[in-house]
């Protein structure tokens, strides 16, 4: 390993709020306590809009993307641009990554070289969808294999050596802390339908049932005599329990749990 660059070295405030990030994580537990710690205690380290987190479940559908945002520009058609299981996020950074030295990605690169090469279908994905800039780093697993992805975009510092060290540091604890909040909604979706009976609402059933009809937003919102908005909030739930990050993953789980059944 290279020597540390004296610009990348924490100071004394940098080191303090460090401690104050790893002590605040042990309260963590649920995804709003997640989000609010990354917008504060991990924000006074690496100062971000959007921290976009995919997570190796060992499915078939492949890394599955988790957004924590607070950029108002980032809508659903962004994220799910960015999931894109063939063209998204994870496939561009698994590309830079193969031919790089770094497990630290930054685009745009400031200094294009060995280590950091430029990719531009990265630099187009990262524009064209509002997240301005990003600063991601892989988390390898045990079998040598990528097993999760924390990206940070529309970062207000430079993407430099400074940056990618803190990232280094801050990322084990981001990953320790969002498997915690992972597993904690695995143990209370396992109970709730032993309680309830049922993963999803009837009402998200129903919408589940013509999301795979093809029906958009406004169709569905019409079609049950509700606003658009309404329709919005029972997707963006239908995906948090399903634990999917695009409409068509959603579909994919619920028929695998039985939720809907093919035609």
Known sequence: MPPMSPAARLTDADRSRFVDAVEASF???????????????????????????????????????????????????????????????????????????????????????????????????????????????????????VEAVYGFSRLSVGLDTRLGYLIELVVPHLHSVFLRVLATEREAAGGAPQREGRLVTPRQEEILNLIK??????????????????????????????????RTHAIARAMSLGILHPD
Request: glycine letters at 6%.
């Open 27 to 145: 309260l963590v537990s649920s995804r709003q306590q997640f989000f609010v710690w990354s917008q504060s205690a991990v924000q006074a380290l690496i100062p971000h809009e959007i921290l976009i987190c995919g997570i190796d479940d060992g499915s078939r559908q492949g890394m599955v993307l988790h957004r924590f945002s607070a950029s108002r520009y980032f809508r659903q058609e962004h994220f799910d641009a960015v999931a894109d299981a063939q063209a998204g996020l994870i496939s561009r950074l698994l590309a830079v990554a193969e031919g790089s030295r770094s497990s630290v990605v930054f685009s745009p690169c400031a200094s294009v070289t060995v280590d950091r090469p430029v990719d531009g279908e990265l630099l187009s994905l990262v524009a064209t969808n509002e997240l301005k800039n990003l600063a991601a780093q892989l988390v390898m697993g045990s079998r040598g294999r």
């Open 213 to 246: 009809c093809g029906k958009t937003n406004l169709e569905i919102a019409e079609l049950l005599n509700c606003s658009p908005w309404t329709i919005k909030n029972h997707i963006q739930a239908i995906l948090r329990k399903l634990d999917s990050n695009t």
